[in-house]
């Protein structure tokens, strides 16, 4: 699914746990007119797209993280 | 185009500058088999995709502004 071109909301559930080594990309999108939430869209190395919640701290690990990684290599 | 099953870095330059306003949605990309780069790969409101400096303040910046908006939402 191209997600990005999708006019509506894409989470309905998110899910609060997620394990960084699962995480093949990680999507952020702000509110605009195809959705009024936040939604941060992961897609796993095996193909599948997990909806988690914006408000996380865990989330925000996960993009320090990666950002971080970016910075040491 | 369907970045996330490309099998290869997607960044060949990246940009220092963009308006928070102009983005639609903001992939970032962890190293991986398929390019060892840090990737940030941001989706404009008109279609157009964008690399961004992972290493760029901005996009922390941009990320925290995105994440920030869901809390007060």
């Keep these: 699914a191209v997600v990005a071109t999708e006019l509506r909301c894409q989470c309905l559930k998110t899910v609060s746990r997620i394990d960084f080594?699962?995480?093949?990309s990680l999507k952020v999108t702000p509110p605009g007119p195809h959705c009024t939430k936040t939604e941060v869209i992961a897609t796993l190395k095996n193909g599948q797209e997990?909806?988690?919640d914006p408000e996380a701290p865990l989330v925000r690990r996960i993009i320090?993280?990666?950002l971080?990684?970016?910075k040491s290599s």
Excluded at 21 to 24: A, L, N, R, S, T
């Design 21 to 24: 080594q699962d995480i093949q």
């Design 50 to 52: 997990v909806c988690l």
């Design 64 to 66: 320090q993280k990666i």
């Design 68 to 70: 971080n990684n970016a």
